[in-house]
């Protein structure tokens, strides 16, 4: 084989130089580290770029921690044993359990799904129009698609510590009633994830900060906290509202926390159901991200 030959296979196929005898070693070294590099970043490059976000997440580690340890007390403090007295007192609980059982797992999902929101919109933009940190990743080998992998492995392992450091604060107030109330912590990152993509995506289209994230804040994020059973159950609410928990990821998320949680029954028909929508929101997301990735990348 010639030189050019040789060349030829390592850039395109990322030749190991243990596969060649001791004179071609000689005859490419400086070449093959090169495509070698080149091949292992198209292959892992999503986890080489997940774990620079992760390393500069640790900026502000104690923002996260902070907020996955305040933000949970302060809630069961205020809704659980506040509200939830008055609750229990007048009603006996809900749906056969007290209500700070009820609404923690709940609270649990619509925290993730805020700070998945956070990281969809404002860190994206962050990248693409202040910092342009996506436009030195794609210089690499690192293709759109693996970038937005990358970006929601990374985002996915935060809302992980979050959704883990929430669940134990929920067992040692006493507020699950089941062994498998773990699963709480995956559930909720998929809710949160499966929110996450599309606004990636969305955020990848805009050119400026035009308060569209305030919008969506406002006119999306609240009415979902407020009309997602979060609070209440959602068949207590007029049919005309139900329909917005129906599409909602907090709705879905709840609803299978709450299973785990304090065993709330649900019909294997149910679980398919709130398991597809948050798994399908969640492909579409990523699929419409890597597609406006693209697009803004390549142009």
């Known amino acids: 084989m010639t ?3 040789h060349i030829a296979a390592v850039a395109t196929h990322g030749v190991d130089a243990t596969t060649l005898d001791a004179d071609d070693s000689a005859a490419y070294i400086g070449v093959i580290p090169h495509a070698l ?3 292992r970043a198209r292959r892992w490059g999503w986890w080489y770029y997940a774990e620079y976000r992760i ?3 640790r900026a502000y580690w104690h923002i996260v921690a902070g907020y996955g340890i305040l933000s949970p007390v302060l809630y069961l403090l205020a809704l659980g044993l506040g509200l939830g007295t008055l609750v229990d007192a007048h009603t006996g609980g809900v749906q056969g359990v007290g209500y700070l059982m009820f609404i923690g797992p709940s609270l649990l999902v619509t925290s993730l799904v805020s700070e998945g929101t956070a990281e969809g919109t404002y860190s994206v933009m962050d990248y693409f ?3 342009r940190v996506y436009y030195g990743v794609a210089a690499t080998p690192l293709t759109p698609k693996l970038i937005v992998s990358g970006e929601m492995a990374a985002v996915s392992l935060r809302m992980v510590v979050q959704g883990a450091l929430f669940w134990l604060i929920l067992v040692i107030s006493g507020s699950t009633a089941s062994g498998w109330s773990w699963l709480m912590v995956p559930i909720g990152v998929l809710a949160a994830m499966s929110f996450c993509a599309p606004l990636m995506a969305y955020s990848a289209t805009l050119e400026r900060d035009n308060s ?3 919008f969506i804040e ?5 009415p979902m906290t407020l ?3 979060t609070f209440f159950p959602l068949d207590v609410m007029p049919r005309y509202l139900q329909w917005i928990g129906w599409i909602s990821p907090m709705w879905h998320g709840t609803q299978l926390a709450r299973a785990v949680s304090y065993g709330m029954p649900l019909s294997p028909a149910a679980v398919a159901v709130h398991l597809g929508f948050l798994v399908g929101l969640l492909v579409l997301g990523w699929v419409l991200a890597a597609v406006q ?3 803004r990348l390549t142009r």
Do not use: K
């Open 3 to 5: 030189d050019a030959q």
């Open 37 to 39: 590099q080149a091949s």
């Open 55 to 57: 390393r500069t997440m």
């Open 129 to 131: 129009v202040w910092h």
């Open 212 to 214: 569209s994230f305030s």
């Open 218 to 222: 406002r006119f999306i994020i609240m």
């Open 227 to 229: 009309f997602a059973g």
């Open 293 to 295: 990735f693209r697009r």
